[in-house]
């Protein structure tokens, strides 16, 4: 039987999240302006995630990355159900920006394509996302509200 942990990173592994980050391109983290989950399974880190506060009603999850060796075991579910249900500053809407091919999965969690305005830094995430030297594949623009 695998014991599953989900816990907030401490900021001496900031340097450990961000190296994780770097091996996918994902854009780095800021300990201080972020809420980041790492999953444990029997004492080995499997997958972090994060959210980030962008202003006093708007919080974007990213960074949702799963360890090869823990892929198709239920990991990223364990990060986005944690941390939707996280929600440290009671803000009111949680924007995401998946791969094309994840739509199904954020859906489960009730992220829905939004085509109301995002605030301006989502926006800005979202093109640098959609460029193509940042990915080969598209990034969505999702949200949920809480």
Do not use: H, Q
Request: aromatic share 12%; glycine share 6%.
């Amino acid at each position: 039987m695998n014991n599953i942990l989900v816990r907030k990173v401490e900021e001496t592994e900031i340097d450990w999240v961000n190296s994780k980050y770097k091996e996918v391109n994902f854009k780095l983290s800021d300990y201080n302006n972020e809420y980041i989950v790492v999953v444990e399974i029997n004492g080995k880190k499997a997958g972090l995630g994060r959210l980030l506060s962008i202003d006093e009603n708007n919080l974007e999850l990213g960074g949702i990355y799963v360890f090869d060796k823990y892929r198709g075991i239920g990991v990223a579910d364990k990060i986005v159900s944690f941390l939707c249900g996280a929600n440290i500053d009671k803000k009111s809407v949680i924007w995401c920006l998946p791969f094309e091919k994840l739509k199904d999965f954020y859906k489960k969690f009730g992220f829905t394509i939004n085509n109301s305005l995002p605030p301006k830094e989502i926006l800005r995430k979202l093109e640098w996302c959609n460029s193509p030297e940042n990915y080969s594949e598209k990034v969505l623009l999702l949200s949920k509200i809480i």
